[in-house]
C-alpha cells in the first residue's frame, strides 16, 4: 500500500476524491495501489509531474506499468515511452517506443480504447476501462483476458499534459459482461 496524505487526494467534481472513485469502481489491489502511488507524486489538487514518479521505488506494480509519450501530441499516435514486462508479455513483444496502434492485437473496440487516451490527454483526466478482450497475437496463445486499467495524465506545470501513466492488469476470463470505459473529472 502506498500511504499519501489526506490533503493529497485529488477531489472530483463533487467531491470525491479520485482515490475514492477507484475504489468504487474495481477492488483490483494492484489498481488501488498504483493510484495512491501516482497520486502520492503530485501536490495536492493538481496533476502529477512525471519527473517525480520514481518507479523505482515501486518494483512489484512495474511489470503493469506502462507510459505514452504525449509530448508531440496525438495527431501521430500513442507513442509507448516505456512497457512492462507483463504488457510486453500480453502483446506478445516489446512495445517499447512504438505507436499503440500497430502492436494492440485486441479484439475490441479499439477505437473506443484509442479515444479514451486522446481524452485523457486532451482533458486532462484520468481514465478507466474495465473489459473483456480476446488479444490474438497469431500465435497458439490467443486467449480472453480481463483487463483493468487505469491511466492518468502528468503534467510539468500544470497546464500541459507530457506524459500519461497506466497500470494494466490481465486476469484470464472465462465471461463476459458490458465493458466500463470512464473518464474520470478531476
Known amino acids: 500500500m502506498y500511504f499519501i496524505d489526506p490533503d493529497q487526494h485529488v477531489r472530483f467534481k463533487g467531491g470525491m476524491h479520485l482515490n475514492d472513485k477507484i475504489r468504487n469502481l474495481t477492488e483490483n489491489k494492484l489498481i488501488i495501489d498504483f493510484c495512491d502511488f501516482v497520486l502520492s507524486a503530485s501536490e495536492a489538487g493538481s496533476l502529477?509531474?512525471?519527473?517525480?514518479?520514481?518507479?523505482?521505488?515501486?518494483?512489484?506494480?512495474v511489470p503493469n506499468i506502462y507510459v505514452i509519450d504525449f509530448r508531440e501530441g496525438v495527431e501521430k499516435g500513442l507513442l509507448m515511452k516505456f512497457s512492462g514486462t507483463k504488457i510486453d508479455k500480453q502483446f506478445g513483444q516489446n512495445i517499447q517506443g512504438k505507436y499503440l496502434?500497430?502492436?494492440?492485437?485486441?479484439?475490441?473496440?479499439?477505437?473506443?480504447?484509442?479515444?479514451?487516451?486522446?481524452?485523457?490527454?486532451?482533458?486532462?483526466n484520468p481514465v478507466f476501462a474495465n473489459r473483456v478482450v480476446f488479444y490474438d497475437e497469431g500465435k497458439d496463445n490467443a486467449r480472453y483476458r480481463l483487463s483493468t486499467l487505469l491511466f492518468i495524465p502528468c503534467s510539468p506545470n500544470g497546464v500541459d499534459v507530457n506524459f500519461g501513466i497506466g497500470m494494466v492488469c490481465y486476469t484470464n476470463s472465462e465471461s463476459s459482461f458490458a465493458p466500463i470505459y470512464r473518464v474520470l473529472d478531476f
Open 101 to 124: 496502434e500497430d502492436t494492440y492485437t485486441g479484439n475490441d473496440k479499439r477505437e473506443i480504447l484509442f479515444d479514451l487516451y486522446r481524452k485523457c490527454f486532451v482533458e486532462k
Open 48 to 61: 502529477p509531474d512525471f519527473k517525480n514518479v520514481n518507479l523505482m521505488t515501486v518494483p512489484d506494480l
